[in-house]
């Protein structure tokens, strides 16, 4: 915590000097089998990666779909990472935001008058199966000592298998008509595809998070519960009730992801909707923004370019689409090792 | 149902069960020395993909199953320097570390397969693992086929179970090990290097989970994208499940692998439950058991910390 403290104060431009050092080395590295391979080399790989994801209407359009729901888990997942609450479980309350959303759709579906409430009331559904989803391995840890790294990797797992039972043949919800594991689609009337709409979600949840994080004795609580255990025990400070709100918070952030991914992406749910594990890259968009509130929306922008650009670059070199869990894998090994080496390169770049 | 479905579903569950628990022993076990030396390693799924992809391309390159097994070795060495360059050596955040070693791990090995063997029009079958009857012992009725009938991975890992007891409780080196990770600053001053040690483990656990990646290759001649099915997870939980003792570590991967052998033992007799749950069983029963042991479960007070001399 000290450590990060301080680096937050540290020189900005030098920072981003880092960070873009990392990032050539990832692509020259993530783009070293392709070259190997294909003769594609690193730097035109670059402007692949950078003018596909940002300078293309449907790369564009498609690094915003990324954008939303990393920004949202990341939101959650800065917090709990301040108390030290490692919650590696937003691929889970991610689903379980997304299973809860389409059943509460094709309850209302027949009875909607006003399809705005109809809306709003299908994300409080997909809020709250994220929220709930998250408070298992919360309680968990605050009344038994459960690891929550264990508890949360396992409900992932059971997460993703409850959902594919839900679209494969014996399933409930699987459309006959479809060849893929596909549940029914959603109907039109529940389609939320207004970025300005999805643009103020995300707003709104940073400000929130921002308020609770920095401006509230809560967040001064995780502070001191990250910092140290002892200290939070000696302050009279009630860690069962903070672990259960972060478990709902994180939770519920998750599953508002979830809810808006079905609502305005993939409209059914199917056994590849998370394929991606938007939850695990979720956490490097954490680490990389320093645990701020604030800045979780660059380091998922920067996810979502390379999610993006990633796939472009496997579509034109024409290799399998798998090539983008190499190439996130690549990248976040290079940056967090450009990180941990950062006071060294300081020190090199102030001196010339 | 008669008679004959039953009997038959109990020994495909042992049968297959002692399969699965090589896999889940091999790699927990390797996860016990790293975390008793306070080195948690989230990647093994990930070697393990690795593993798996080295071990099928090297059987079939060379022909023979126990180069895969060499390549196994290989893999989880090449992951393992560079999770212990990244966790140990720059003391990055293990969780972290552990995710992205997991991702570059899966990434490459089904990526590699993809542009390589997987473009091929026949799927290649790599040679498989033999089994080695145990001469005597594997003629006993019924028992035989059950216990003594495995490949020489499956009796190593077994027997490794004793041996790395014994290595961790009643050996200096083991001891040194488990200073380093209750607390690695008096072991430092008491002249221990901390980080080779846990360079050391981390790099054991690494060859360990390469190896069940391979194992779990060449018991069947096939790799597929997603071949480890969450196994590497649960071998993670069943070390913490075992309190880091590598004898409860043998329990677990009993336990666990038996579970996961209800599954293909239920499609064998052709008993219609949607496969998905019985997909879901082991984590569901590792998070009961861990519920239930968590109030005497406790890790090493170094656990997950990077060591920095200051």
Redesign the interface.
């Known amino acids: 915590m000290r450590y990060m403290l301080k680096e937050t104060k540290s020189d900005l431009v030098v920072d981003i000097l880092i960070y873009l050092m990392a990032f050539l080395l990832a692509i020259a590295l993530g783009a070293f ?1 392709i070259w190997f ?1 294909l003769k594609i080399n690193p730097f035109s790989a670059l402007s692949i990666i950078v003018s596909s994801s940002l300078f293309t209407p449907i790369g564009l359009s498609s690094t915003f779909e990324y954008l939303v729901p990393l920004t949202l888990i990341s939101l959650g997942l800065a917090i709990s990472y301040r108390a030290k609450y ?1 919650n ?1 479980g937003a691929d889970g309350q991610l689903i379980f935001g997304a299973i809860f959303t389409m059943q509460a759709i094709f309850s209302v579906k027949n009875y909607v008058i006003w399809p705005g409430l109809a809306i709003l009331f299908v994300l409080i559904m997909g809020i709250l199966g994220g929220a709930l989803y998250g408070l298992i391995p919360a309680v ?1 840890k605050a009344k ?4 929550e ?3 949360t ?3 992932n ?2 997460a993703i ?2 959902m ?2 839900l679209v ?1 043949v ?2 409930p919800w699987k459309d006959p008509y479809a060849a893929e594991l596909e549940s029914y689609p959603i109907p039109y009337k529940f389609y939320l595809e207004n970025p300005l709409i999805l643009l103020s979600i995300i707003i709104i949840s940073i400000f929130l998070i921002y308020l609770l994080a920095e401006k509230t004795p809560f967040g001064r609580y995780l502070k001191i519960l990250g910092s140290s255990k002892n200290t939070a025990d000696y302050i009279g400070l009630n860690k069962t009730l903070t672990y259960i709100y972060l478990g709902l918070i994180s939770g519920a952030l998750s599953g508002l992801a979830g809810a808006l991914q079905i609502l305005s992406i993939s409209h059914i749910l199917s056994s590849d909707f998370d394929s991606i594990y938007l939850g ?1 890259l979720s ?2 968009s954490t ?1 990389l923004s320093a645990l701020n509130p604030l800045y979780v929306v660059f380091s998922s922008l920067l996810m979502s370019v390379l999610i993006t650009g990633g796939y472009f670059m496997a579509g034109i070199a024409g ?2 689409q ?9 990248t ?2 290079s940056i ?2 450009f ?3 950062k006071h060294r390169f300081k020190k090199v770049i102030k001196n010339e | 149902m008669s008679n004959l479905p039953l009997s038959i579903f109990f020994a495909d569950v042992i049968t297959i069960g002692i399969g699965y628990t090589t896999i889940f022993l091999l790699a927990s076990l390797g996860e016990i020395y790293a975390e008793k030396s306070g080195v948690l390693n989230l990647s093994l799924e990930g070697i393990m993909s690795m593993g798996a992809f080295f071990g099928y391309s090297f059987a079939i390159l060379f022909n023979n199953p126990y180069f895969g097994l060499l390549g196994g070795i290989l893999a989880g060495l090449l992951l393992g320097i560079i999770f212990a360059y990244i966790s140990i050596t720059l003391g990055v955040n293990q969780v972290l570390a552990g995710l992205s070693i997991w991702l570059v791990g899966i990434g490459i090995s089904d990526f590699l397969y993809t542009l390589t063997f997987g473009r091929s029009m026949f799927l290649l079958t790599a040679p498989t693992l033999k089994n080695v009857p145990i001469p005597y012992l594997s003629d006993l009725p019924v028992i035989g086929k059950m216990f003594f009938d495995h490949t020489i991975i499956d009796y190593t890992a077994y027997i490794l179970v004793p041996v790395l007891w014994y290595f961790l409780y009643k050996t200096k080196t083991g001891l040194k090990i488990i200073s380093v990770g209750e607390n690695p600053r008096a072991a430092d001053s008491v002249g221990i290097n901390v980080n080779k040690v846990r360079y050391a483990t981390v790099l054991f656990g690494s060859i360990m989970s390469g190896l069940s990646g391979s194992y779990i290759a060449l018991t069947v001649g096939l790799y597929q994208v997603g071949i480890i099915a969450g196994r590497g997870w649960i071998s993670i939980g069943i070390a913490a499940f075992s309190g880091l003792n590598p004898a409860y570590g043998l329990l677990g991967s009993l336990l666990f692998g038996l579970i996961s052998a209800l599954g293909p033992s239920f499609m064998i007799i052709g008993y219609k439950i949607p496969y998905e749950f019985l997909d879901i069983t082991p984590f569901l029963a590792l998070i009961v058991v861990v519920m239930l042991i968590s109030k005497r479960m406790r890790m090493p007070s170094g656990h997950g910390q990077p060591y920095k001399r200051e």
């Open positions: 089998l391979l490692w590696i968990l038994l000592n459960v690891n790294v264990l508890s990797l396992m409900l797992f059971i298998y409850f594919t039972w494969d014996t399933g695990y956490i490097f680490w290799v399998s798998l090539f983008i869990y190499y190439f996130e894998g690549v976040f090994v967090i090792v990180q941990a080496l």
